[in-house]
């Protein structure tokens, strides 16, 4: 396991492992777990590899490994286990509100999640969003400021990703939540007000920078700021909301502090030479099974060579023997 403490919302995991001297047939499965075990990265029948995934929650990363049937009953691995993190969070800010108003429930809203569903251009199942500004200063904002809304993925009905819209609430938002009560809106309005949308998969989290919309709203009156979800284009999915999950995982608005720019610098760097060594294992690791495939070859053609031999000169002097008989039984 290893300790991890997500300050800021760009921050990533890095990890590589390997198989120290392995046969052919050694072979394992590989987990990173978060520690809402959920699974961060995964490998299936693996000797060595790596990769990197963009985190956000704080606490115990767990490490699972496990040999297949029919490898050697003794391995030795390696693993290198790294974490990356610019910026520094000053402000995070989680909503009032996060529901689904749906079409087909027009009078009841959903607080447990945020589900998103267009079909044939048209929304079903909208999520909606309210955060509180209130004691929010305008001060919290400098040059190096970002403002970012970011959300999780839960599910996903059909394939591996999906498009969310991000639109922004152009009046507050009125109670009870309801499709009803957002009718002309939820019906088609929102798409006057998209402000941006990203492409996501399952598990994983996408963030939309609202810096402007955010400093825009620090005017000493507004008192809420509030966004609605979609699928943008036909599409099927489910946000986490703030029930039934770590707050990690709570659609959440952070205000940070980019950090000097040779911190990216160092950042970067330090990314690449986890690739760069992780490039070098993967040539080594496939260097070693071409070198032990040829001995192993080699070994086989010498051994066939010397059978070969063998018979041949038996066969040699087996005709030296019929010979020698025949030419005695002639005298």
């Not at 529901?99 to 929304?123: F, H, L, R």
């Not at 798409?191 to 825009?216: M, P």
């Amino acid at each position: 396991m290893h300790r991890v403490n997500a300050r800021a919302s760009d921050n990533k995991v890095l990890f590589r492992f390997g198989i120290l001297e392995p046969n052919s047939y050694d072979l394992v499965d590989v987990v990173v777990k978060n520690p809402s075990q959920r699974e961060v990265l995964t490998w299936k029948s693996e000797q060595n590899n790596f990769g990197t995934a963009t985190v956000r929650e704080s606490g115990l990363y767990h490490l699972c490994f496990r040999k297949l049937k029919g490898a050697s009953s003794t391995m030795t691995l390696f693993y290198s286990f790294d974490f990356i993190s610019t910026g520094a969070r000053s402000l995070t800010l989680r909503p009032n509100v996060a529901a689904t108003i749906s079409k087909d429930a027009p009078s009841v809203p959903a607080y447990t999640q945020m589900a998103v569903t267009t079909s044939n251009g048209q929304a079903s199942k909208i999520g909606i969003m309210e955060f509180d500004l209130v004691g929010v200063s305008r001060s919290i904002i400098r040059g190096n400021t970002r403002v970012k809304l970011l959300l999780t993925v839960d599910s996903i009905t059909d394939g591996e990703r999906v498009d969310v819209a991000l639109a922004l609430l152009p009046n507050r938002m009125q109670y009870p939540v309801t499709w009803e009560t957002m009718e002309s809106y939820a019906s088609g309005d929102y798409r006057n007000h998209v402000v941006d949308n990203a492409v996501t998969e399952l598990g994983s989290h996408v963030a939309f920078d609202i810096t402007e919309i955010f400093e825009s709203k620090l005017d000493g009156k507004t008192e809420t700021v509030s966004f609605s979800i979609h699928a943008h284009g036909n599409g099927d999915a489910v946000i986490f909301g703030v029930h039934h999950v770590a707050e990690d995982y709570f659609p959440q608005i952070v205000v940070e502090d980019l950090g000097l720019e040779l911190m990216h610098e160092v950042a970067f760097f330090k990314e690449s030479v986890f690739t760069l060594r992780g490039d070098i294992s993967f040539v080594k690791h496939r260097e070693r099974m071409s070198r032990d495939a040829a001995e192993s070859a080699n070994a086989r053609v010498k051994w066939m060579s010397l059978i070969t031999n063998i018979v041949l000169v038996g066969i040699a002097f087996g005709q030296v023997v019929y010979i020698r008989s025949m030419l005695e039984s002639g005298y």
